[in-house]
């Protein structure tokens, strides 16, 4: 593989303004048209799809890096946007970088943050970075296979969604500012894959009291008018730290 | 403060044998005497409260070193051990070694993966380490002040071990093989700092599924004997993987 020399002026700029054996990796989820998606880039040069992801400048906190990365390959500001699970196994990365040359940052050993992320999927303008030919959003019902632990990452994050779920809100970042509760229902069914019975689901929305009833309805529909609800803030984020008991 | 030649030394073993910038923090909680205990070392130089951590070597994954670290300071392998977040804010441990000299492995920055484990009080043998006077268990309601975040890491495990224990099963690892319903109860209600309804609880463990009851009755007692259970292994792990709805 011939290496490029911009990557060569690059990795010398990062070994002198990040910090070296760790990175982060974001699994950024959008809700759109009633499939949820997920953010991928494909690499320009070994043609393999990755999570977006990206390094900790020096005078950085771990959790800007995060969302400077998210930036720049969004421009989404208004995200939802936690650690879940760091990926430290001895070679997850190795092989890939393998024909570039020796003094290469992207050699490393990295110890990669896994972050998760829910954006509002119309914020959101998506743009591919040196290394990429394409940034996409990928619906998860059909998603390519990814490089090194990244299917891991992925996974997890998914995984941990689905379960957080059963005790915190979501939906903000994901639905627009007024929905109706099928809309919410189908948000819920989508990420857990499953249809959920409709009384149940109810019931356990008004249990999280998360939700404001609007004056206006949805209009235009062949039935009656649902009514629109929208996210309280500040109950929202309450049941966010909340406990079940 | 003056250095100790055997630090200088150990400081250039660390840059040759471990990852910089990267280390794990460990919140290791026992159950004794119907106390929730904190695993906690005091610094000898500095005289201040830390919980037990350490370093990444070069060939190690992230979790055998987290092992590897509540080891030496334990003895215990049989922990329940979970990654529950990255502490990476910039100064988190500024000006904590400042009188120590410039090349000294702990002056970098570093970013701490932070684990909680679940250990048998009764099978650990807490033993200090060379920077440390003492190791010791600390009840959590009577904690001496923690220096740099590690009273943020120590609150963020406890809060999460508390939202678990709504959805996750908890006990195994923290009482003895055998234990009666209001043992179990009273960690429950240990850890989570209040009383909690009799029958509420029993129903919730039963829904949980994941416990045999005994032959044999706990004796002793001025009252009638209570029926002794223990965790069915294979149903405690898969509820620790299982989904809600």
């Known amino acids: 593989?011939?290496?490029?020399?911009?990557?060569?002026?690059?990795?010398?700029?990062?070994?002198?303004?990040?910090?070296?054996?760790?990175?982060?990796?974001?699994?950024?989820?959008g809700f759109h048209e009633n499939q949820?998606?997920?953010?991928?880039?494909?690499?320009?040069?070994?043609?393999?799809?990755?999570?977006?992801?990206g390094y900790i400048l020096k005078n950085e906190s771990l959790q800007d890096?995060?969302?400077r990365v998210l930036f720049e390959r969004t421009g989404a500001e208004r995200v939802y946007l936690q650690e879940f699970?760091?990926?430290?196994?001895?070679?997850?990365s190795e092989g890939f970088f393998d024909g570039y040359e020796d003094d290469l940052w992207y050699k490393q050993r990295f110890i990669s943050a896994g972050f998760y992320a829910l954006v509002d999927y119309t914020e959101v303008n998506v743009s591919a970075d040196e290394y990429s030919e394409t940034c996409e959003w990928?619906?998860?019902?059909?998603?390519?296979?990814?490089?090194?632990?990244?299917?891991?990452?992925?996974?997890?994050?998914?995984?941990?969604?689905?379960?957080?779920?059963?005790?915190?809100?979501?939906?903000?970042?994901?639905?627009?500012?007024?929905?109706?509760?099928?809309?919410?229902?189908?948000?819920?069914?989508?990420?857990?894959?499953?249809?959920?019975?409709?009384?149940?689901?109810?019931r356990r929305m008004m249990r999280f009291d998360i939700l404001i009833k609007q004056e206006d309805l949805r209009k235009g529909g062949a039935h009656k008018a649902p009514y629109l609800y929208s996210f309280d803030p500040l109950k929202y984020h309450e049941s966010l730290q909340g406990l079940d008991w």
Chains 1, 2 share one sequence.
């Open 36 to 53: 949820l998606k997920v953010l991928l880039l494909k690499m320009n040069v070994a043609k393999k799809w990755l999570l977006p992801g």
């Open 138 to 202: 990928r619906s998860i019902d059909d998603l390519p296979e990814l490089a090194m632990d990244h299917q891991l990452i992925y996974t997890n994050a998914l995984t941990l969604l689905r379960q957080q779920l059963s005790y915190k809100p979501i939906g903000l970042n994901l639905l627009p500012e007024k929905f109706t509760l099928p809309e919410l229902q189908k948000l819920y069914e989508t990420i857990l894959g499953k249809p959920l019975n409709r009384g149940n689901f109810y």
């Open 65 to 67: 890096a995060a969302k």
């Open 85 to 92: 699970g760091v990926f430290g196994a001895i070679n997850r």
């Open 1 to 29: 593989m011939k290496l490029d020399q911009g990557i060569i002026k690059k990795s010398k700029w990062m070994w002198e303004n990040c910090l070296p054996h760790i990175s982060v990796d974001s699994v950024v989820f």
